[in-house]
């Protein structure tokens, strides 16, 4: 009984509700009045510009210690009564717009369901197809793309992603978003993450992503699968001059080596480059000693030391890499 009593509203002419609240909150202070009706005092003031109506045991409980007498013309109603006729309302606004009155939803459902079992489940449905891609030949471009990707790139199940730096790459970036487009027809898209200070390129395709996993790249954790340049690119000298390139660009650097003989200041430009899997690393020196450069292997670096190495390897190889270029020239 109580807690159906609890639920009742108090329902008054308008204008009543405030007025008696007011005459309340002039005999006990607002703070009192909600604590009587263990509400906040947020409610009160709702109650008095009648937002909506008072609970019927809180307005008999301030009758009682504000020793007022209970409105006149006052009537109880259950807590939703209102949502019959809010529901009246919107049933006519659909009409209005839709001309009728919706399906019965169970039987909607009922008649999706039919449709899926029988039909739908056959269709194709175009917003679940794969994205098409061009798929280029095997070239010099498309192993320079691997390159890259080996190097500061990643594949998951639906996406392929190359991490460069936000401002030391960004002229870079530009260079693989449009060998991205040229190769693959599809526009990238770039995503800056600033607390990283990087910018993650991305192409988010499952085609590409099968297209390239055929073509030797390994989907997930690369370090892991210990991955190496693919066979078809390691056979072929143009291909794995190209591959080089992407991987140096991207997973390299050109540094300064400053040391001081007998009072005498030197200073050589060298070249790293950094990988964690062991088989990538020894390819790429195979491929480095195949141009007649003499690398060698120190913890995850392949290096060149020499000065003839630096020239022959930027007069072979090359950088589009603009951050390369201008520390290996300044």
């Known amino acids: 009984m109580f807690e159906s009593f609890k639920d ?23 703070c009192d ?7 906040s005092t947020r409610t009160i003031r709702d109650w008095r510009r009648e937002k909506f109506p008072m ?16 409105p006149k013309h006052l009537r109880a109603a259950n807590r939703y009564a209102h949502a019959r006729a809010a529901g009246a309302k919107g049933m006519r606004a659909v009409i209005l717009k839709y001309g009728r009155i919706p399906v019965d939803e169970r039987r909607r459902k009922e008649g999706w369901q039919n449709w899926w079992d029988t039909k739908g489940r056959f269709e194709i449905n175009p917003l679940l197809q794969a994205k098409p891609i061009r ?62 200070s990087i910018n993650d390129i991305v192409l988010s395709r499952r085609e590409l992503v099968e297209f390239l996993h055929e073509l030797g790249l390994p989907i997930g954790n690369k370090v892991k699968q210990q991955f190496d340049i693919p066979d078809w690119i390691k056979r072929n000298k143009t291909f794995a001059v190209a591959c080089v390139r992407g991987l140096v660009d991207t997973d390299g650097s050109v540094f300064t ?24 690393q020894v390819s790429v020196a195979k491929i480095l000693v195949d141009l007649g450069m003499s690398p060698h292997l120190s913890g995850y670096d392949v290096r060149l030391d020499s000065i003839v190495d630096m020239q022959k390897y930027f007069s072979v190889v090359g950088s589009h890499n603009p951050k390369h270029l201008k520390r290996y020239l300044n």
């Open 8 to 30: 009742k509203r108090a329902i008054l002419p308008r204008g009543a509700q405030r007025l008696f609240i007011e005459t309340v909150e002039q005999r006990v202070s607002t």
């Open 135 to 196: 798929k280029p030949k095997k070239g010099t471009d498309l192993a320079e793309f691997l390159g890259l990707v080996m190097g500061d790139g990643g594949i998951s199940h639906y996406q392929v992603v190359i991490t460069l730096h936000h401002i030391d790459d960004l002229a870079y970036s530009t260079f693989v978003m449009r060998l991205m487009r040229k190769l693959f027809g599809v526009r990238p898209c770039i995503y800056h993450r600033p607390k990283d």
């Open 55 to 70: 609970q019927l045991r809180c307005l008999h409980l301030l009758s009682r210690h504000a020793q007022i007498p209970v």
């Open 33 to 39: 009045v909600a604590r009587i009706c263990e509400c």
């Open 257 to 280: 080596h400053s040391y001081v003989v007998n009072g005498k200041r030197y200073r050589y430009k060298k070249l790293s480059f950094t990988s964690r899997s062991r088989p990538l």
